[in-house]
Antibody, heavy 123, light 107 residues
Framework: QVTLKESGPALVKPTQTLTLTCTLS??????????VSWIRQPPGKGLEWLAR???????FYSTSLRTRLTISKDTSRNQVVLTLTNMDPMDTATYYC???????????????WGQGTMVSVSS | YELTQPLSVSVALGQTATITCGGN??????VHWYQQKPGQAPVAVIY???NRPSGIPERISASNSGNTATLTINRVQAGDESDYYC???????????FGGGTKLTVL
């Protein structure tokens, strides 16, 4: 059974850098076909995709946040790490990591999601 | 690339709900749909235009053609009351794109 779990600080101050981790269970971040995305959702608002990293270390970023985002893998811990610099109150959101189904027939749907972690930005 | 969804849809219990997702030539893309209940992570209910993951009831169906993808929920139940999001992978920009979401209210 594949599960994902997000972890990170619940509160950060403006201008700080946020670091979130997504720990995979039942699946290795280096297994061919593994693609993990980060998505966030401000309170009461919709879903916003942030970034994706593939098993071969190919990376993709949201155009609007590209300059502030870094996604990476920690293979020793089987984790996907997301950093977001220069945090602002507008970045307050629940942050999710999710797996893209590896089957070509599924065409990149996000079939397994973590429970999400709420991050507030306030001084 | 942008996906446009109605903010809200209301439907009477037992009737049929239709939620649209508009995008330029969206019929040429694979569209996925997610259901999200309050306080929970989204769950995929449709992948690649019209396919249901295991465990999703046959009452939920979808189609995609031209500039509009459509999610249909037949015999709507109180438990279907949720937010629904459409999503595509835009190859041109190499990004995941979500629609703004539709709140389904069951009357």
């Amino acid at each position: 059974q594949v599960t994902l779990k997000e972890s990170g600080p619940a509160l950060v101050k403006p201008t700080q850098t946020l670091t979130l981790t997504c720990t995979l269970s039942g699946l290795s971040v280096t297994t061919t076909g593994t693609r993990v995305s980060w998505i966030r959702q401000p309170p009461g608002k919709g879903l916003e995709w942030l970034a994706r990293i593939d098993w071969g270390d190919e990376k993709f970023y949201s155009t609007s946040l590209r300059t502030r985002l870094t996604i990476s893998k920690d293979t020793s811990r089987n984790q996907v790490v997301l950093t977001l610099t220069n945090m602002d109150p507008m970045d307050t959101a629940t942050y999710y990591c999710a797996r893209m189904n590896p089957l070509p027939a599924r065409q990149f749907d996000l079939d397994i999601w973590g429970q999400g972690t709420m991050v507030s930005v306030s001084s | 690339y942008e996906l446009t969804q109605p903010l809200s849809v209301s439907v009477a219990l037992g009737q049929t709900a239709t939620i649209t997702c508009g995008g330029n030539s969206i019929g040429n893309k694979a569209v996925h749909w997610y259901q999200q209940k309050p306080g929970q992570a989204p769950v995929a209910v449709i992948y690649r235009d019209s396919n249901r993951p295991s465990g999703i009831p046959e009452r939920i169906s979808a189609s995609n053609s031209g500039n509009t993808a459509t999610l249909t929920i037949n015999r709507v139940q109180a438990g279907d009351e949720s937010d629904y999001y459409c999503q595509v992978w835009d190859k041109n920009t190499a990004q995941v794109v979500f629609g703004g979401g539709t709140k389904l209210t069951v009357l």
